[in-house]
């Protein structure tokens, strides 16, 4: 009976996290606050802590997720990426950076809502890569910016849409040369490691 215990476990930006319910975390404790507090990724934001600004915005599973409405023992087995997971190359992010120029509305100002907003147009884009600006900003109405910078972040949706768009169609071009040395094996070209392109850390 005593010491019965859970184990938590879950993939944290590619890294495998385990967690003993009852002593690391409490079945009440949420994903935001385990994140934040435990594993220090301050990048999400709790602010109205009951599920309506957006600002606490992950991905789970590819799909974003309110993380302060998400209990830790929910994400068991699951997958979670915060805003620190993504490149700093990612187009999201450096589309939200550039959108700063004065006169093409800014995408951030204080930054607050930032990383909730990234991962929320993060999770969108995988689903739809090629939106219309009335799709964007329905994508986003989730995310509350007390900045008013929304004119700005759909526009950032937007050009990350069409950054990831040219990327993806850059992908094909790149990938038979790959497929041919393996084919016979008879010219010693080492492998490439995991297939797709997709490295795991
Ligand atoms: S802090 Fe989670 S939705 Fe506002
Ligand atoms: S940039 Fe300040 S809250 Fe959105």
Redesign the pocket.
Do not use: E, F, H, N
């Given at each position: 009976m005593e010491g019965l215990s859970t184990r938590i476990r879950m993939t944290i930006n590619g890294r495998p996290q385990g967690f003993l319910l009852g002593h690391d975390l409490s079945g009440s404790e949420t994903l935001?606050e385990v994140l934040r507090e435990k594993l220090g990724l301050t990048g999400l934001?709790?602010?109205?802590?009951?599920?309506?600004?957006?600002?606490?915005?992950v991905i789970m599973d590819g799909k974003a997720v309110?993380?302060?409405?998400t209990l830790a023992v929910e994400a068991d087995g699951h997958d979670i990426l915060t805003i620190e997971g993504l490149p700093d190359d990612d187009p999201v992010v450096r589309a939200f950076a550039c959108q700063c120029e004065p006169g093409h509305g800014t995408a951030l100002q204080c930054g607050f809502c930032t990383p909730?907003a990234v991962m929320t147009a993060r999770a969108f884009l995988n689903e739809n890569p090629d939106p219309t600006l009335d799709e964007v900003r329905e994508a986003m109405a989730g995310n509350l910016c007390r900045c008013g910078c929304y004119q700005g972040i759909a526009q950032a949706v937007l050009a990350a849409a069409a950054e990831l768009r040219r990327r993806a169609a850059a992908v094909p071009a790149a990938e038979p040369t790959e497929a041919e040395p393996s084919a016979d094996g008879a010219d010693g070209t080492p492998g490439h490691g995991p297939r797709g392109g997709r490295a795991e850390a």
């Open positions: 935001a934001k709790i602010a109205c802590d009951q599920g309506a600004c957006g600002a606490c915005t309110l993380s302060c409405m909730g």
